[in-house]
């Protein structure tokens, strides 16, 4: 049994939290928590695919230059090569969960 409050913990970026609630190479699932006025670093992916499953607040999503805004049971998927970026625009933290399959490790290339 896997949660939360038993999962390998990390932080990244600027004050952003994430659980590993599976780390294996054929798909990586992880819980984040992003608080406001936070984001990551724009990128893409040459293999992996990602769904971005929002549990509570609002994500926004720079999806190939287009703004999406997923609310709390709203979900957006990530197909490879897509120029990405998440951000938590609100006023209060955003938690969702990521699904990547294959992993994303070594599979990240930063954008200026």
């Given at each position: 049994?896997?949660?939360?409050?038993?999962?390998?913990?990390?932080?990244?970026?600027?004050?952003?939290?994430?659980?590993?609630?599976?780390?294996?190479?054929?798909?990586?699932?992880?819980?984040?928590?992003?608080?406001?006025?936070?984001s990551e670093k724009k990128?893409?992916?040459?293999?992996?695919?990602?769904?971005?499953?929002?549990?509570?607040?609002?994500?926004?999503?720079?999806?190939?230059?287009?703004?999406?805004?997923?609310?709390?049971?709203?979900?957006?998927?990530?197909?490879?090569?897509?120029?990405?970026?998440?951000?938590?625009?609100?006023?209060?933290?955003?938690?969702?969960?990521?699904?990547?399959?294959?992993?994303t490790r070594g599979d990240?290339?930063?954008?200026?």
């Amino acid at each position: 049994m896997i949660s939360k409050e038993n999962a390998e913990h990390y932080v990244w970026g600027d004050r952003c939290d994430g659980w590993y609630l599976m780390n294996r190479k054929d798909m990586l699932v992880i819980h984040e928590k992003m608080p406001p006025g936070t984001s990551e670093k724009k990128h893409y992916h040459a293999v992996s695919r990602q769904f971005f499953f929002v549990l509570l607040g609002v994500l926004t999503m720079e999806l190939d230059g287009h703004l999406h805004e997923i609310s709390a049971q709203q979900g957006i998927e990530i197909p490879p090569l897509a120029r990405h970026q998440a951000r938590n625009n609100g006023d209060v933290p955003v938690e969702f969960i990521v699904i990547s399959h294959p992993t994303t490790r070594g599979d990240r290339t930063d954008l200026p």
